[in-house]
């Protein structure tokens, strides 16, 4: 079931709009839970391809958005920079605090990821420019070689779901590949991957610049999405919350990533709509999972 | 037996000195030997005595406080690990360790990857990579456990797991071997399996072999390097170490063999 | 900057400090013995200053408001433990970090559904109101020399206990060592116990100390959390020594950098260039020190656990 769920569940966000989810509600909500997904499928795979615990994932979504924003600001809206602008700017922030980050492992790795994160919130934060603590509001969604073909929400829609399913298989081949074996191991028995002559350390900056360029991309599409990027949507909160998508769909796994983060956007909003006070059925909910779930939802484990 | 290594003039690796102490304990202190290429050289010594933590130093999993080692002529003390394993000096741990989640031949090829092309390759699935799976496959052959390639490393019995690991240090194409009680745990079958594993890897690698199987060892070494507290007790052919009156009074006791 | 402000800075860098110690100690403690790794750490500075507050407001005086605090925050503290955080202990850190992520959800909301979202007050006791003059022409607040008092006080007390009494042996020992610890017989879950409910209190502490300075307000434990964390990877995990050199060091730079900075880039830039960027650049100081250290030291200052 696990093996198909995700392949059915990109298929029906596929057809929803044909399927009479076609509100500027359901549009808001479907890319809200694409973004979050290719964002956590990004975390999936440093948590269960590398084995690295980061608890600073929203940065990487933090500065992909604010390259959106800062570039918007100097008028350059054109995708075809801005996006490999993004992209460049999160991967080069991961290569950057990762470099320093990797040296460590468990515990402290999950601590540095956080205080680098924060230093992201806190810089985001202090640009005044930029809108500071309120956050930028977008002139306008990034055009396509001049055309304005993301203002259309159906268009739109498809790009987020068509970037996700690339995503998805592009880390999937990345982790099968030389490169991703070789991770893999580092994970599994780093004292074996020495032994077969392979440093880890290089192993897994790459896979954190390329969480993190990945993580960018998600970024550009969060400001897309809302047309607004602020220091609030990129808070360590989300980070956390990014971390309990991958766990519940079980770590270890690229689609459980995607299924986590779907299951989480549909049961934030059910639960908002009961009550304002709705983190405190959440967050009972959370432990719950994480005390009685070892293994996701999916309830297997993998390597 | 005959001391073989006599043949060959310069050693390929050789412990100067090597000192490590834990707090106030000295556990390798002041140890020097040599190795050449197609001999077998064995370390026993009473549990405790240093042997894990002196193959330890020389693999570069753990520093020494002082002393060197050269292999091929060159210092390499200050090369980390991996950096070791790439200049030919592979080992096998003492507590299994391979990959559980991969198959035995995904656990071969990867050691042998390291020899053939780069891995940084991001798209070409590896498991298609023929040139790994052939080098996976001659190392799992020449351990004998070609017909288990398919099989999760973690379902292999335990024989089976220490002969991976075995095929694991020939698949990085070494030229010495650092073997930690390859023997250990394995039955009686499959004890005999191995000895004659390395029997025939003899004469290809230079193989530094900790054991506690007396007779193994005995069966197997062209010398053998006794040590007790850290020290080396006594280097000799088998036949003089048995006849060493200090190693018999230290160590062999009763013809009592130790485990 | 004149010289008056900038001592002013370094003693409210001081404070800071001070405050933060008293937060790390307790993560750093239960880090080096459990290597339990507890967001919720934060939310206990939160409980500390929202019971002062509240207390102080039913009783109308701090004094008794404090030690009912302290109380408070030692009994939710060892209610968490019991509820949640003792089924973590044989789990791996992702589990640890996302079960005690979940608590702090809940308890950043839960103060929000008892007590609004409104920031709260916490008046200055009558006692330590006012200021003194520490040089002339320069007043400074008496209850923040209060603070760094109590705070260097209890750093002090704490060193005592750790370096010179039989539990504070078994602390070090357990941070050094935990499996040898419970070989040698002692119940480590009680001695546990204890380090997590002095941490607690700790906590609670820094909390009624910081309200009548800082305001009282849902998630305001979630910042000192981080800046705690950064204390300890600085002074190296389960030492308490590195922890209260590490405080210190991140309150001052801290907030000598945010004075400091805007004024250093006025030096090559103009004025409003200069404030925006002397205050990012700010902002991030603490956390370049954090990787500068580390990058020199991944273990820290003062690397606790051997190997
Ligand atoms: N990291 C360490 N810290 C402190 N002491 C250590 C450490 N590693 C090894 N020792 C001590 O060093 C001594 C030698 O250990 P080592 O594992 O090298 O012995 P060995 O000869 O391989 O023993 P065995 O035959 O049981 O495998 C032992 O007393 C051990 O307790
Ligand atoms: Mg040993």
């Not at chain 2, 010495?176 to 290809?204: F, H, K, V």
Request: glycine letters at 12%.
């Amino acid at each position: 079931m696990m093996r198909w769920s995700p392949a059915l569940l990109l298929a029906l966000l596929a057809a929803a709009p044909w399927l009479g989810f076609s509100g500027s509600y359901e549009f808001t909500l479907m890319a809200r839970a694409m973004v979050l997904a290719l964002a956590a499928l990004s975390l999936g795979f440093l948590v269960g391809g590398a084995g690295l615990v980061s608890l600073g994932h929203a940065a990487m979504l933090g500065v992909g958005g604010y390259a959106v924003a800062i570039l918007d600001a100097h008028g350059v809206t054109e995708a075809l920079l801005v996006l490999p602008a993004a992209v460049a700017a999160a991967a080069l922030f991961a290569l950057l605090t990762g470099a320093i980050a990797i040296r460590t492992s468990g515990v402290h790795f999950i601590m540095i990821t956080l205080a680098f994160g924060q230093m992201a919130f806190f810089t985001a934060s202090s640009l005044a420019a930029y809108g500071g603590d309120d956050g930028y509001t977008l002139y306008a969604r990034t055009e396509i070689a001049g055309h304005r073909l993301l203002e259309n929400r159906l268009a739109f829609h498809y790009l987020c779901l068509a970037l996700l399913a690339g995503a998805w298989l592009l880390l999937r081949a990345i982790l099968a590949s030389r490169f991703g074996r070789v991770l893999r191991a580092t994970r599994e028995n780093a004292q074996r991957a020495e032994a077969m002559g392979f440093a880890p350390y290089a192993y897994r900056l790459a896979a954190y610049a390329i969480a993190g360029a990945v993580a960018g991309l998600a970024g550009f599409l969060m400001a897309n999405a809302t047309e607004f990027v602020a220091p609030s949507a990129i808070a360590w909160q989300r980070s956390g919350e990014l971390l309990f998508m991958v766990i519940l769909g079980g770590v270890g796994s690229l689609p459980g990533a995607i299924l986590g983060a779907a299951a989480f956007v549909v049961a934030e909003e059910q639960l908002a709509t009961l009550t304002e006070h709705w983190r405190l059925i959440f967050g009972p909910l959370l432990i719950l999972a994480v005390i009685f779930l070892p293994h996701g939802l999916a309830g297997r484990h993998r390597g | 037996m005959a001391w073989r290594g006599a043949i060959v003039a310069e050693p390929l690796l050789i412990l100067d000195g090597l000192r490590k102490h834990y707090g106030g304990l000295a556990v390798t202190d002041g140890v020097s030997l040599d190795l050449r290429m197609g001999e077998i050289h064995a370390i026993i010594g009473p549990n405790g005595a240093g042997k894990t933590t002196l193959i330890h130093q020389v693999s570069g999993t753990v520093a020494p406080d002082a002393g060197r080692v050269i292999f091929g002529g060159r210092d390499i003390t200050r090369l980390s690990f991996p950096a070791r394993v790439r200049a030919g000096l592979a080992r096998s741990f003492q507590i299994t360790s391979i990959l559980s989640g991969f198959s035995a031949l995904e656990n071969a090829a990867l050691a042998a990857q390291r020899r053939h092309g780069s891995s940084f390759r991001f798209f070409r699935a590896a498991a298609r990579d023929a040139t790994l799976n052939t080098a996976g496959m001659a190392a799992l052959e020449a351990v004998g456990l070609a017909e288990r390639a398919t099989m999760q490393a973690g379902a292999l019995s335990h024989g089976e797991k220490r002969q991976l690991e075995l095929a694991l240090a020939l698949a990085t194409e070494p030229r010495a071997l650092l073997l930690d009680e390859p023997l250990a745990g394995a039955g009686q079958e499959e004890t005999a399996r191995l000895i004659a594993i390395l029997r025939a890897l003899r004469d290809r690698y230079a193989i530094l072999l900790v054991e506690h199987d007396m007779d193994a060892v005995f069966a197997l070494a062209d010398r053998v390097t006794v040590l007790e507290q850290g020290r080396v007790l006594a280097t000799g052919t088998p036949a003089a170490i048995r006849a060493d009156a200090a190693v018999r009074a230290a160590y062999l006791g009763e013809e009592e063999i130790p485990c | 900057m004149s010289g008056t402000l900038l001592l002013v800075q370094a003693l409210n860098g001081l404070q800071l400090g001070v405050l933060l110690f008293l937060v790390a100690a307790g993560l750093t403690l239960v880090f080096g013995v459990m290597d339990f790794i507890n967001l919720a750490h934060g939310v206990q500075y939160m409980l500390g200053a929202y019971l002062g507050a509240h207390f102080a407001a039913i009783m109308g005086s701090f004094w008794l408001a404090l030690p009912l605090a302290l109380l408070g925050s030692l009994a939710i503290g060892l209610l968490l433990e019991v509820l949640v955080f003792r089924h973590l202990y044989a789990r791996d850190h992702l589990a640890q970090v996302l079960a005690t992520f979940g608590v702090i959800l809940v308890l950043n909301q839960g103060v929000k559904a008892v007590w609004g979202t409104a920031p709260r007050e916490l008046p200055v006791p009558a006692l330590l109101d006012g200021g003194i003059t520490i040089m002339p022409g320069l007043q400074y607040p008496v209850f923040r020399i209060a603070i760094i008092a109590a705070g260097l006080a209890t750093a002090g007390l704490l060193w005592l206990v750790v370096e010179r009494t039989k539990v504070g042996m078994l602390i070090r020992a357990g941070a050094t060592n935990p499996r040898m610890v419970a070989a040698l017989g002692v119940d480590v879950r009680r001695l546990f116990t204890l380090v997590f409910a002095t941490g607690a209190m700790l906590a609670g502490f820094a909390g009624v100390m910081a309200a009548p300075i800082f305001s009282v307000e849902p998630g305001m434990g979630d910042t000192v959390l981080i800046l705690a964390f950064v204390v300890i990877v600085i002074g190296g995990i389960g030492s308490i020594r590195g922890a209260f050199i590490a405080a210190l060091l991140v309150g001052l730079i801290d907030t000598l950098g945010r004075s400091l900075m805007p004024d250093l880039m006025r030096l090559i830039l103009d004025a409003s260039s200069a404030r925006q960027a002397g205050a990012a650049i700010a902002s991030m100081l603490v956390y370049v020190a954090m990787a500068a250290v580390l990058a020199f030291r991944p273990a820290g200052l003062f690397p606790v656990r051997g190997g």
